[in-house]
């Protein structure tokens, strides 16, 4: 969301425009190289991973931990909901302490500043998070802080470890279910979903975004929307979901929070969400940096159909694939990376529980584990499934010949955001 609301629709006619006088005037600048990576754009900043202390534990079951942190007030910059602060050097200064593209300063009226110093001459200094989930420090209008109580009823917590939004009611856990966060890239750093505390700050609804329609969106944090899963419109008015559901429990947006269309048990999805939550209710999100993913259950329960099935799934009557070989054939997490399982790919309509060494690969980029130590994994795998390849029929593994089973359309991709 922030690219196509701050760019595309803005400068897209204007870039546009210029792109077809540089073509008449006969020649293309060479396409501008990526300078920097993700990791150098945050070099020398501390992060989102920093925002909630050294020893934040990021225990979702710690209910009583959470509940105090989501009821507590917050300041924010009490500037206009679609506004933003750049912090400066010093009082009363005017140099930025950042001023990367849609990059050094912070949102106001919902995101979350720390108060860092006392006023002086009018100005204090503060640390608040930007779109690329940097802390940025500097001196703002002392004028301009504002201490929120946020709503006293409704919490909710975004983990980017777990890709999972977590409802709090009344002191108690709620509910959770699949979210995407987004997705950077060397181009677009800032599309990283920035780690902090932030308030519902308004019920913006349904917006288009580059072919998708993204609906019941919730603003909280300015180009940032809490928003139901997108979708691509047909022409005779089916919404088609497939491919951004697929990608539920992994980062994939520009920023925003996509969040599932249809209810868990407890009824919860973007439309509870629409429904229920109030304004100003506190939302965390916890950053993922540097922290490790932990496997599955090894006695987790996955599913397959051994009339060809090309998926793993994590329920024996998935709805990708047709009732007449419901109940889908149940097998253990720990035989995953075994015989012919290990062929199976994860179901994209049920989202089953990641392979170790998905989980391996998405714990390297984070940081959590060494170059060294992801190798060793692999090579037990590969062990693993070699060693195993010759009992796999014995195990009675999933033949993987016929294709009859999955009615899932994958839509292609487009170039689209948010
Ligand atoms: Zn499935």
Not at 363 to 376: F, K, P, S, V
Request: proline share 5%; charged share 25%; with cysteine.
């Amino acid at each position: 969301m922030k690219v196509s609301s701050r760019l595309s629709r803005i400068s897209l006619g204007l870039l546009n425009a210029v792109l077809i006088a540089v073509l008449l005037a006969g020649f293309l600048p060479a396409p501008e190289a990526s300078a920097k990576t993700v990791a150098q754009w945050l070099e020398g900043f501390q992060t989102g991973k920093d925002w909630f202390g050294e020893d934040f534990a990021y225990d979702i079951n710690d209910t009583e931990a959470v509940w105090e942190l989501l009821m507590k007030p917050i300041t924010v910059l009490d500037v206009g909901e679609t506004e933003s602060v750049y912090p400066v050097t010093e009082p009363g200064g005017k140099k930025k302490v950042n001023n990367d593209k849609l990059g050094g300063f912070i949102n106001g009226a919902s995101a979350a500043v720390h108060v860092l110093g006392e006023d002086e001459n009018g100005w204090t200094l503060i640390e608040g998070i930007d779109y690329y989930n940097r802390i940025i420090r500097g001196y703002v209008k002392t004028k301009l802080l504002k201490t929120v109580t946020p709503n006293q009823h409704y919490g909710v917590v975004v983990d980017k470890l777990t890709q999972r939004l977590y409802v709090f009611i009344d002191g108690k856990f709620f509910s959770s279910c699949a979210v995407s966060t987004g997705l950077p890239n060397d181009e677009q750093p800032y599309n990283e979903t920035s780690a902090g505390e932030y308030l519902t700050i308004s019920w913006s609804g349904g917006f288009d975004s580059e072919g998708m329609y993204c609906d019941m969106a919730i603003r909280f944090n300015n180009g940032d929307k809490i928003h139901e899963v997108p979708c691509t419109i047909l022409a005779d008015g089916t919404k088609r979901y497939t491919k951004w559901e697929a990608q539920l429990g992994q980062k994939a947006s520009h920023g925003c929070i996509r969040v599932a269309r249809l209810p868990n048990d407890e009824g919860l999805d973007q439309e509870w969400l629409w429904d229920n939550l109030k304004r100003m209710t506190k939302v965390l999100i916890w950053d993922d940096a540097g922290r490790k993913m932990p496997y599955p259950d090894d006695d987790t329960l996955l599913y397959y159909n051994p009339n060809g099935g090309k998926y793993y799934h994590s329920t024996p009557e998935c709805s990708s694939v047709k009732k007449k070989y419901y109940p889908l054939t149940a097998f253990k997490y720990s035989e995953l990376e075994t015989g012919l399982y290990a062929r199976l790919d994860p179901c994209p309509s049920c989202t089953p529980v990641k392979r170790k060494s998905v989980i391996d690969l998405e714990n390297l980029n984070r940081g959590a584990i060494t170059q060294e130590e992801y190798d060793a994994l692999i090579a037990g795998y590969a062990a693993q499934a070699n060693g195993t390849a010759d009992t796999a029929t014995a195990t009675a593994a999933p033949e993987a010949t016929a294709t009859d089973d999955v009615e899932i359309t994958i839509i292609p991709a487009e170039d689209a955001d948010n």
